[in-house]
């Protein structure tokens, strides 16, 4: 190990002791959160069907070359950026990244045997999530909220297989596949009747949530709802916002996903987990980073991501609530837009896990509101970035701009060869 990297450590260890945070039992700590890494920002959203030119709900802006084309290609970008991060891992697949030909709503976990294999052997996690979109079957924009029957019968069924799907890779991998509803269905105007699409919609979850997990099913999947303020297409309504989603999830006993981009500018996600996590059993994040509206810019280490790290460790819920990154962003090197995200995200879960919150805690029981607030402030500047290069140093996982260069080095030896 290198030296500085051990003395600056056990410098930033006395530090933290003296406001009585253990960094070794932090280290254990941070061992044990995963981080989901979306699999889309390697192909940009594309998938592997071989649709064409298809429509496509999801916007993602610019052509840096070299964007993955199959699974193999995608696996190696992943396993590229996963090199970079020093977090517990997790790999969120999209039904689109299905290796067999079968139609979207005909796919069972064989589909997605590849990837399975993959995680098995890396030690990955994986979550799932059925792509309700990109697809000659969306009508108009719409799936499971359509007007049209066979419309939304090919999605319910779409829907029914991915939590089979997601049951058996939580199975097959020995914890938890979370699986994520998203769709797009929204109009661009003002509709006429907002219930009579929201009533579908239900009409739809219910036959996909008829079956009710056991106690053990549980423990290998749970189904969460993404809801979403607007899109693009969909700026007047969209039919799943958060209100509905998270209106069905309590009464129907599901889970929300909550996307740090999907609200008003100025509402806080940090805020909502301790308003929404006692009534709902399982909760995950996309986190991304919103510029001016929902554009899934790379995610830093901003003051939006650190209030959720900071409110994670505050209400205690690590181990109660998932993590899942979602940005995308073709004008850069994708394998370093992972990297850059992953390691944002990993350095915020550190801060807010070294972070005295003990002492912030005690002086707001003392109604010291003064203290508190000095405290805060205090703690920004703690010494974090010694136990960060610790911990990468330690995993050998490169430090600062050694970490861009393995990329750089890895688009020189292996990317080009894409073109
Ligand atoms: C879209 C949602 C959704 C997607 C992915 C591809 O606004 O955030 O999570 O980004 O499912
Ligand atoms: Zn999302």
Not at 235 to 251: C, M, N, P, T
Not at 361 to 379: I, K, S, V, Y
Request: charged share 25%; aromatic share 10%.
């Amino acid at each position: 190990m290198n030296k500085k990297i051990v003395e600056n450590y056990e410098h930033a260890k006395s530090v933290y002791k003296i406001y009585g945070v253990d960094t070794d039992k932090v280290l254990a700590l941070f061992e044990q959160i995963p981080v989901s890494l979306h699999c889309w920002n390697g192909d940009d959203i594309k998938g592997f069907e071989g649709l064409g030119e298809v429509e496509s709900q999801n916007l993602v802006t610019g052509n840096y070359p070299y964007p993955a084309r199959n699974g193999d290609e995608l696996r190696a970008d992943i396993e590229m950026a996963f090199s970079l991060s020093p977090s517990r891992q997790k790999v969120n697949l999209h039904s689109m990244y299905a290796e067999r030909q079968n139609p979207r709503n005909d796919l069972t976990i064989e589909d997605f045997q590849l990837w399975v294999d993959w995680a098995k052997k890396n030690n990955y996690g994986l979550d799932f999530n059925t792509s309700f979109f990109t697809h000659p079957m969306m009508n108009k924009g719409f799936s499971l909220a359509s007007l049209d029957k066979a419309t939304r019968d090919y999605w319910i069924k779409a829907g029914i297989d991915s939590r089979k799907i997601s049951l058996a890779i939580g199975k097959e991998l020995g914890q938890k596949c979370y699986n994520n509803f998203w769709i797009p269905d929204g109009l661009k105007d003002i509709p006429a009747n907002r219930l009579r699409y929201r009533e579908l919609l239900t009409d739809s979850l219910d036959q996909i949530f008829a079956h009710k997990y056991t106690e053990e099913e549980r423990k290998y999947t749970a189904d969460v709802l993404e809801g979403k303020l607007f899109g693009i297409g969909t700026e007047s309504f969209v039919v799943g916002s958060h209100d509905y989603y998270l209106a069905y999830a309590i009464k129907n006993g599901v889970g929300v996903c909550m996307d740090t981009g999907h609200y008003h500018p100025t509402e806080s996600v940090a805020d909502k987990l301790s308003a929404v996590r006692p009534f709902i059993n399982d909760l995950m994040l996309h986190v991304t980073r919103s510029v001016r509206w929902d554009s899934d810019h790379v995610v830093l280490q901003d003051d939006e991501l650190l209030s959720v790290m900071k409110e994670l460790k505050r209400g205690n819920f690590y181990d109660k609530i998932a993590i899942g990154l979602d940005f995308f962003d073709a004008t850069i090197n994708r394998v370093a837009a992972w990297a850059i995200g992953l390691r944002a995200t990993a350095k915020a879960i550190l801060t807010s896990l070294l972070e005295p919150t003990h002492l912030i805690d005690e002086a707001e029981l003392n109604g010291d509101f003064t203290e508190r607030l000095f405290l805060m402030d205090e703690f920004e500047n703690l010494p974090v970035n010694a136990v960060w290069e610790y911990i990468l140093e330690s995993k050998g996982i490169p430090i600062g701009i050694e970490a861009l260069k393995k990329v750089q080095r890895y688009e020189k030896e292996e990317l080009t060869k894409r073109s």
